[in-house]
T-cell receptor, first 111, second 112 residues
Framework: KQEVTQIPAALSVPEGENLVLNCSFT??????LQWFRQDPGKGLTSLLL?????REQTSGRLNASLDKSSGRSTLYIAASQPGDSATYLC??????????FGTGTRLTVIP | NAGVTQTPKFRVLKTGQSMTLLCAQD?????MYWYRQDPGMGLRLIHY???????AKGEVPDGYNVSRLKKQNFLLGLESAAPSQTSVYFC???????????FGPGTRLTVL
């Protein structure tokens, strides 16, 4: 059974710092991995989707990498800002079109 | 282009009452999903649909029913609400090109 783990559960950093969020999965037979952002009381916003044939994807200050062989993905946030404060979730496919979600990392960027 | 919308945003029910949550998407997606999110449990799939007129059970389907009469709408029903169904409910639809999921803003349900 697939398990998706995100460590740490919570992270606080000062504004301007670069940071890395981690996502581990036990079954490497995935065809993509998706990173989401969730603000308190809000829905999930898709940040990046990495196909299994790709090793990384970039969007603005965000860079996500995927290493299927080691069962790991990282989300790198450059020059963090207070507006980046949110919970970040990774998810891998489950069956045809469903997702296994990690429990998330709650990020706080301190001004 | 509204994406995925959900109504209502909030609802308080008494045990035994019934209600229907509505999800609508304007992206012409075939696949739609209902999740619940609980503290420490992450998101769990309740039911899903792979097209108009079809539905299937997910991970935690008990106590819920769904219908997909129109492609753009996916309804989640609680026939007799229980306190264990207090949760935040999210609907999602999937882009067929990259299997990317798009989420609605959620419905916060409290069952007293």
């Amino acid at each position: 059974k697939q398990e998706v783990t995100q460590i740490p559960a919570a992270l606080s950093v000062p504004e301007g710092e670069n940071l890395v969020l981690n996502c581990s999965f036990t079954d490497s037979a995935i065809y993509n991995l998706q990173w989401f952002r969730q603000d308190p009381g809000k829905g999930l916003t898709s940040l990046l989707l990495i196909q299994s044939s790709q090793r990384e994807q970039t969007s603005g200050r965000l860079n996500a990498s995927l290493d299927k062989s080691s069962g790991r993905s990282t989300l790198y946030i450059a020059a963090s800002q207070p507006g980046d404060s949110a919970t970040y979730l990774c998810a891998v496919p489950r069956g045809a079109n469903n997702l296994f979600f990690g429990t998330g990392t709650r990020l706080t960027v301190i001004p | 282009n509204a994406g995925v919308t959900q109504t209502p945003k909030f609802r308080v029910l008494k045990t035994g009452q019934s209600m229907t949550l509505l999800c609508a998407q304007d992206m012409n997606h075939e696949y739609m999903y209902w999740y619940r999110q609980d503290p420490g449990m992450g998101l769990r799939l309740i039911h899903y649909s792979v097209g108009e007129g079809t539905t299937a059970k997910g991970e935690v389907p008990d106590g819920y029913n769904v219908s997909r009469l129109k492609k753009q709408n996916f309804l989640l029903g609680l026939e007799s609400a229980a306190p264990s169904q207090t949760s935040v409910y999210f609907c999602a639809s999937v882009s067929p090109s990259y299997n990317e999921q798009f989420f609605g803003p959620g419905t916060r349900l409290t069952v007293l």
